[in-house]
Every structure is written in structure tokens, then in C-alpha cells.
């Protein structure tokens, strides 16, 4: 289910080997089905961050819904995400989630560096990768 080029399958056996979305940083993640709650894991060198697993579907029917290619907004917890952006979402009150998607505080933000790019290898998203102001839109959306 994943698309061609990105190494792994997503289990904590054989995490998938991703890069952010400007290409400048290569981590693993994967599901961790049994954890409780469920967790989509990202590890980035040393750095373990752990995010919802349901923030994969709810970022895509967001996107669905959004329509349109919608700016990452990457951004560290302790800084404000830029508006409309996936980041904001991500952080939002008034996503499915009801608040942030991280688990722990201090860990919790650049949630657009590396979730976008999971859905990407599940082929739910297209993410462009320029070295900034990178945007996703939900795969399969018309340009016309």
C-alpha cells in the first residue's frame, strides 16, 4: 500500500524510512496498534515522538474535505502555528481529536514536518517538496 521508494512496511519491526518534506532529514516511523492509546511513532535520531494513530485517517478526511492544496505551517510546540495550516489543524481544538495530536508536551508540535509525509507513503496525500512553504493536498484530488 505504499507508495514506490519509501523503505519499510510500518511495523516497529520495519518502520518506514521517511524524509521531511524538504528532503533535509531523514526518520523512521511507525504504527504501534497495541499501544494504549494507539500511536503513529516517529523517531528522529535519539528523539521518540508519538502522535495519535487516528491523526493519519483525520488528516486525510480533513484534506478530503479541505479540497485543495493547504500549507504545512511546520512549526516547534513552543511557537504559534500560522494559520490554516495542517500544523494548526494538527493543534487545533477543533479537530476530530478535540487538541493536540502529540502525546507529550515539549514533543508535540512539528506535526506537519512528519506526519505529512506518512500519508504520503500510504498514498492518502500528495506533499510537495520544495526547501519551504511545502503544501498537501489529499491524492486522487482534479487540478482542473
Not at 74 to 92: I, L
Request: hydrophobic share 35%; net charge negative.
Amino acid at each position: 500500500m505504499s507508495n514506490a521508494g519509501v523503505e519499510g512496511t510500518g511495523t516497529p519491526d520495519d518502520p518506514w524510512v521517511l524524509t521531511t518534506p524538504p528532503g533535509k532529514s531523514e526518520y523512521e516511523a511507525y504504527r504501534d496498534d497495541g499501544a494504549e492509546p494507539a500511536a503513529l511513532v516517529v523517531q528522529v535520531g535519539a528523539t521518540e515522538l508519538r502522535y495519535h494513530l487516528r491523526c493519519i485517517d483525520d488528516l486525510h478526511q480533513m484534506l478530503l474535505e479541505h479540497g485543495d492544496w493547504m500549507l504545512l505551517g511546520n512549526a516547534d510546540e513552543q511557537k504559534p502555528a500560522k494559520p490554516d495550516t495542517v500544523e494548526a489543524w494538527g493543534r487545533s481544538n477543533d479537530n476530530p481529536h478535540g487538541g493536540w495530536y502529540g502525546f507529550k508536551k515539549g514533543l508535540r508540535g512539528r506535526f506537519a514536518n512528519y506526519v505529512p509525509p506518512v500519508l504520503e507513503a500510504l498514498g492518502m496525500a500528495e506533499v510537495e517538496h520544495n526547501a519551504r512553504n511545502n503544501r498537501m493536498r489529499a491524492a486522487g484530488i482534479d487540478d482542473s
